[in-house]
């Protein structure tokens, strides 16, 4: 059964930092390319960011420059660095692989 269990969100001000991993367990990870997503109120689902089973990464305009992407294939466990957070940048954030999401962490920025 394949899971994908997001942590890390949370409420930050401003300006401020936070870091999403998601834990992959029931497919060879090390061999799928790797996505998040995010979903605002009110909003559809947007992709967010891409990394790729040989290590290339894409990035919505929207998070360049402000997002890493990135994956430890001994933990099977995808990651999201996220700096500079605007309050735009509210939302579930789910990861998935081609065929799966996880339940998503609630990301909320505000002073």
């Known amino acids: 059964e394949v899971q994908l269990v997001e942590s890390g969100g949370g409420l930050v001000q401003p300006g401020g930092s936070l870091r999403l991993s998601c834990a992959a367990s029931?497919?060879?990870?090390?061999?799928?390319?790797m996505h998040w997503v995010r979903q605002a109120p009110g909003q559809g689902l947007e992709w967010v960011s891409t990394?790729?089973?040989?290590?290339?990464?894409a990035y919505a305009d929207s998070v360049r420059g402000r997002f890493t992407i990135s994956r430890d294939n001994a933990k099977n466990t995808l990651y999201l660095q996220m700096n500079s957070l605007k309050p735009d940048d509210t939302a579930v954030y789910y990861c998935?692989?081609?065929?799966?999401r996880g339940q998503g962490t609630q990301v909320t920025v505000s002073s």
């Open positions: 990394i790729t089973a040989a290590g290339t990464t």
């Open positions: 029931g497919f060879t990870f090390r061999r799928s390319s």
């Open positions: 998935q692989n081609d065929d799966h």
